[in-house]
């Protein structure tokens, strides 16, 4: 069993930087992949980068990538988002989402609660 828990959401204007990051416990933090997901009111949620269990492999949606950094810290037992240039059409709930169980579509097995991201015109 894993337990996520994100943190470091908040209300930024346009253009500004926020870093997420995702505390895991349970199962050794290092020995699966993980990624972050979002969801906007009213629409799915959305794929936004993931990163495999040593960190050396990420990937990005194409609406981030440039822009946002996915990172983890085996030793803390944490992942980070580093969000950058941010845009209002940004503004989500963002997820993490531990232990991969499908490639296509992406599925996780472990899911944190959200942490909200607000980005201001």
């Known amino acids: 069993q894993v337990q996520l828990v994100e943190s470091g959401g908040g209300l930024v204007q346009a253009g500004g930087s926020l870093r997420l990051s995702c505390a895991a416990s349970?199962?050794?933090?290092?020995?699966?992949?993980m990624a972050w997901f979002r969801q906007a009111p009213g629409q799915e949620r959305e794929f936004v980068a993931a990163?495999?269990?040593?960190?050396?492999?990420?990937d990005y949606a194409g609406s981030v990538k440039g822009r946002f950094t996915i990172s983890r810290e085996n030793a803390k037992n944490t992942m980070y988002l580093q969000m950058s240039s941010l845009k209002p059409e940004d503004t989500a709930v963002y997820y993490c989402?531990?232990?991969?169980?499908?490639?296509?579509?992406?599925?996780?097995?472990?899911w944190g609660q959200g942490t909200q991201v607000t980005v201001s015109s």
């Open positions: 990163i495999n269990w040593s960190g050396g492999s990420t």
């Open positions: 349970g199962r050794t933090f290092g020995s699966y992949g």
């Open positions: 989402a531990g232990l991969p169980v499908r490639i296509s579509p992406r599925e996780y097995a472990y």
